[in-house]
């Protein structure tokens, strides 16, 4: 048993949960910054089109994230439910599949944008002033760095799927702090003044520093670690590729379901005033602390769930399951007290304008009564994942963001008016969690786990 390994297996369950989730965490955390690092930077020059360049090209990056987590999210599930299964050949197949699969997928995406990118620029909210500067911001963080940016986040998921979850946090935290490093060089005057395009060169470059990092480890690596990227892998791709992609297609289509969510949802309060929707901007950013620390606990206790899984150690996954759970929704609850009573002064962080922080304050307080659930929600989303149960996992998936949440949109806004739109994620989490639980025992009684 080598030292990975016994983190998945034998040590203690409270050390091996604090070993995985401590550096996932971290990471996501470093994400959390550097995703607000380009908007920041950008946003000190001061105009508008270069701010609005990024924010068009959001949806578009956002795909790159639900390509990695197909082959990123389903080939960590798939290679520790190997691993449980003492089938290390298994599980160096799976990281290779998975590793040309989600760089295929992103030279595929990345040329297909390109061919659309007016379109498609267009469709997410460009205009003949926005588009030069969006299409420029996008060549770099989507044509050019996309495939990048899929390797990084997906390497990072194979690595921590061996219990290595350090050495992913290493890769993931490097790449950005060096984006944010970056940015006020490539973006502001003085420098090289590139603007939002710079910003998308920074963003490039450190997610090419980063793949170049986990590539560099598993080279120094190979006979030590499982993870392999070896083309002659890829003959039995018959064989493992559909459990990967059915694993990781619930986590890809929630995401770019999230993108139509978001899009539905602002489309709503655009109906009402300019300070609502800048309101409701805010929000999005404040609530996103609370959730990348769940996915941060997700991704931690992943390798857990499905090598104990699928080694037959039912009682060793429950109480990692169990553990995870609890510091997950801790958080959320300090979140949830810390964002009700201090929701005023918080929105003013981002903005000075009175009526707009009067919207945004209303907002959090509603919205974030969402947070228990969903910090509930993801890692038994995650359960799912790690014990290879596509059904439970894609309809909470699909629940939680499209099927429901566009439907009580009209209703609520319907009954309740814009503060109705704020109260359908919390309705959405609580029946998806309540969804989630039944699965659960149900899996339970039919399965004895």
Request: glycine share 8%; net charge positive.
């Given at each position: 048993?080598?030292?990975?390994?016994?983190?998945?297996?034998?040590?203690?369950?409270?050390?091996?949960?604090?070993?995985?989730?401590?550096?996932?965490?971290?990471?996501?955390?470093?994400?959390?910054?550097y995703n607000l690092a380009d908007?920041?930077?950008?946003?000190?020059?001061?105009?508008?089109?270069?701010?609005?360049?990024?924010?068009?090209?959001?949806?578009?990056?956002?795909?790159?994230?639900?390509?990695?987590?197909?082959?990123?999210?389903?080939?960590?599930?798939?290679?520790?439910?190997?691993?449980?299964?003492?089938?290390?050949?298994?599980?160096?197949?799976?990281?290779s599949i998975s590793f040309w699969?989600?760089?295929?997928?992103?030279?595929?995406?990345?040329?297909?944008?390109?061919?659309?990118?007016?379109?498609?620029?267009?469709?997410?909210?460009?205009?003949?002033?926005?588009?030069?500067?969006?299409?420029?911001?996008?060549?770099?963080?989507?044509?050019?760095?996309?495939?990048?940016?899929?390797?990084?986040?997906?390497?990072?998921?194979?690595?921590?799927?061996?219990?290595?979850?350090?050495?992913?946090?290493?890769?993931?935290?490097?790449?950005?702090?060096?984006?944010?490093?970056?940015?006020?060089?490539?973006?502001?005057?003085?420098?090289?003044?590139?603007?939002?395009?710079?910003?998308?060169?920074?963003?490039?470059?450190?997610?090419?520093?980063?793949?170049?990092?986990?590539?560099?480890?598993?080279?120094?690596?190979?006979?030590?670690?499982?993870?392999?990227?070896?083309?002659?892998?890829?003959?039995?791709?018959?064989?493992?590729?559909?459990?990967?992609?059915?694993?990781?297609?619930?986590?890809?289509?929630?995401?770019?379901?999230?993108?139509?969510?978001?899009?539905?949802?602002?489309?709503?309060?655009?109906?009402?005033?300019?300070?609502?929707?800048?309101?409701?901007?805010?929000?999005?950013?404040?609530?996103?602390?609370?959730?990348?620390?769940?996915?941060?606990?997700s991704n931690g206790i992943l390798?857990?769930?499905?090598?104990?899984?699928?080694?037959?150690?039912?009682?060793?996954?429950?109480?990692?399951?169990?553990?995870?759970?609890?510091?997950?929704?801790?958080?959320?609850?300090?979140?949830?007290?810390?964002?009700?009573?201090?929701?005023?002064?918080?929105?003013?962080?981002?903005?000075?304008?009175?009526?707009?922080?009067?919207?945004?304050?209303?907002?959090?307080?509603?919205?974030?009564?969402?947070?228990?659930?969903?910090?509930?929600?993801?890692?038994?989303?995650?359960?799912?994942?790690?014990?290879?149960?596509?059904?439970?996992?894609?309809?909470?998936?699909?629940?939680?963001?499209?099927?429901?949440?566009?439907?009580?949109?009209?209703?609520?806004?319907?009954?309740?008016?814009?503060?109705?739109?704020?109260?359908?994620?919390?309705?959405?989490?609580?029946?998806?969690?309540?969804?989630?639980?039944?699965?659960?025992?149900?899996?339970?009684?039919?399965?004895?786990?």
């Open positions: 048993m080598n030292q990975n390994t016994a983190v998945l297996e034998s040590m203690p369950v409270a050390q091996a949960v604090r070993k995985q989730i401590v550096p996932a965490i971290a990471s996501q955390m470093i994400a959390l910054i908007t920041y930077f950008v946003g000190m020059l001061n105009d508008p089109n270069e701010t609005a360049a990024i924010t068009i090209v959001y949806s578009s990056f956002v795909m790159l994230t639900a390509i990695s987590n197909l082959f990123g999210v389903g080939g960590a599930s798939a290679l520790s439910r190997a691993l449980g299964g003492k089938k290390t050949e298994d599980a160096r197949r799976i990281a699969g989600g760089l295929g997928c992103g030279i595929l995406f990345a040329i297909v944008f390109l061919i659309l990118a007016r379109p498609v620029l267009f469709l997410c909210g460009a205009t003949r002033a926005t588009y030069e500067t969006a299409f420029a911001y996008a060549r770099w963080v989507v044509v050019i760095g996309g495939p990048w940016t899929i390797l990084n986040t997906l390497l990072a998921n194979l690595v921590r799927a061996e219990g290595s979850a350090a050495q992913a946090a290493i890769g993931v935290s490097m790449g950005g702090i060096l984006n944010i490093i970056l940015d006020p060089f490539f973006v502001l005057p003085g420098f090289l003044s590139m603007g939002a395009a710079g910003a998308g060169l920074a963003t490039a470059v450190s997610n090419v520093a980063a793949t170049i990092y986990f590539l560099v480890y598993i080279a120094r690596n190979k006979g030590k670690s499982v993870i392999s990227i070896s083309p002659a892998e890829l003959r039995y791709w018959r064989q493992f590729l559909g459990p990967i992609l059915a694993t990781g297609f619930p986590s890809a289509v929630q995401y770019a379901l999230t993108v139509v969510a978001i899009a539905a949802q602002s489309r709503f309060v655009a109906q009402y005033t300019t300070e609502a929707v800048a309101g409701l901007g805010i929000v999005k950013k404040l609530d996103q602390l609370p959730l990348y620390f769940s996915i941060g606990v390798p857990l769930l499905a090598y104990n899984y699928s080694a037959g150690n039912q009682e060793r996954r429950r109480g990692v399951f169990r553990l995870g759970s609890t510091i997950s929704l801790a958080f959320s609850l300090l979140c949830l007290v810390v964002y009700e009573i201090f929701a005023p002064q918080l929105s003013g962080l981002f903005i000075k304008d009175p009526v707009t922080i009067q919207y945004s304050a209303g907002f959090l307080r509603r919205m974030v009564t969402a947070m228990p659930m969903m910090s509930v929600c993801y890692p038994m989303i995650i359960q799912f994942q790690a014990m290879g149960k596509f059904k439970e996992s894609m309809v909470c998936s699909i629940l939680r963001k499209g099927v429901l949440d566009i439907p009580l949109l009209f209703l609520m806004n319907a009954l309740l008016g814009l503060n109705g739109c704020m109260w359908v994620q919390p309705i959405v989490d609580t029946i998806s969690l309540i969804v989630a639980g039944r699965f659960y025992r149900k899996l339970r009684k039919t399965e004895g786990i």
